[in-house]
């Protein structure tokens, strides 16, 4: 079923930017909620969505928005992620017409873009799948683990060791929470704002392992308030991976530049090319673009 099927019209890049502005609009009634906002974890949707996928198989990806059916919804992986469906499912009421797949990357879209960070290239077409589509566990990566397996993971899909710390940098927003992950805290000292400064942190702060009875995670030694992964912290620690580290944390528009080129071609991942309602990408405008 295409996108206009389902539709019953054909909608345009002028429909789909209303859904933009509605995600766009809900993000800042996080209230309580972490640090104020849905943004992070929408961002984190968006990717849990579309990482599952497998370029020898052609299976996962954003297309059928698998993650609404268990196991996948239940793989320990998702935690958590009930939240971000929770808060994108009143957008997807109003708005029928769109499918899921389209709906959580656009509101990745919308989230990255409306915490200042770069434009990412968006198209519709993905299409709503059936529980037979689930993808199985263990497609995510696992944060305990090293280099290797970031590139068995990411290679898997199709990316390259540039792509994976360009990707990577999103961990400058949001935070690991005990109840869901078992990690905890933030990567940086703004989650909200989309910046490089999750690699200015890696580049140039003292990391330590720290003491507790959580898994294995960093913290840094000046104000011990911030967190590292082992998996973020081998983007120091591995020669290839710790060049592009150094490159992003000199240079924000470098990494802004990668970042959006990588995260949008993450978005598309296992949609098939005659889905695509355009053949050329679209910029959706931020709300402040659109008050000018
Ligand atoms: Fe991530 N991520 N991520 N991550 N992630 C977590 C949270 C976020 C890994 C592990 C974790 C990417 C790559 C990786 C976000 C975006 C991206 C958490 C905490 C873990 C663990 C979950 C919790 O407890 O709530 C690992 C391992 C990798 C390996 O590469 C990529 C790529 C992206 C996007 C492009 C975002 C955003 C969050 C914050 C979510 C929130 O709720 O604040």
């Not at 789909?16 to 929408?42: I, R």
């Not at 497609?139 to 990577?168: C, K, W």
């Not at 978005?267 to 959706?284: A, D, F, I, N, S």
């Amino acid at each position: 079923q295409s996108a206009k099927a389902a539709a019953g019209f054909t909608p345009k890049l002028e429909d789909y930017q209303k859904v933009y502005n509605t995600v766009a609009e809900l993000l800042d009634e996080a209230g309580d909620y972490d640090d104020g906002s849905y943004g992070p974890v929408l961002v984190r949707l968006a990717w849990h969505a579309s990482g599952t996928y497998d370029k020898e198989t052609n299976t996962g990806g954003s297309n059928y928005a698998t993650m609404r059916f268990a196991p996948e919804s239940l793989h320990a992986a998702n935690n958590g992620l009930a939240i971000a469906r929770g808060v994108l499912e009143p957008v997807k009421q109003k708005y029928p017409w769109i499918s899921y797949g389209d709906l959580w990357t656009l509101a990745g879209v919308a989230a990255i873009q409306e915490a200042s960070g770069p434009k990412i290239p968006w198209r519709a077409g993905r299409i709503d799948g059936f529980e037979k589509d689930v993808t199985p566990d263990g497609r995510l990566p696992d944060a305990t683990q090293g280099a290797d397996h970031l590139r068995n993971i990411f290679y898997r899909m199709g990316f390259n060791d540039q792509e994976i710390v360009a990707l990577s940098g999103a961990h400058a927003l949001g935070r690991c929470h005990t109840d869901r992950s078992g990690f905890e805290g933030p990567w940086t000292f703004s989650p909200v704002t989309f910046s490089n400064q999750y690699f200015a942190l890696l580049w140039n702060e003292k990391w330590q392992w720290r003491k507790w009875n959580g898994p294995k995670q960093l913290e840094d030694k000046k104000t011990k308030s911030l967190m590292m992964l082992p998996t973020d912290y081998v983007l120091v620690t591995d020669k290839s991976f710790k060049k592009w580290t150094k490159a992003y944390a000199d240079d924000e528009s470098v990494f802004f530049k990668d970042f959006s080129a990588a995260f949008s071609r993450l978005l598309e991942l296992g949609v098939p090319t005659t889905q695509w309602v355009t053949q050329t990408p679209w910029e959706l405008k931020t709300l402040a673009e659109q008050e000018e």
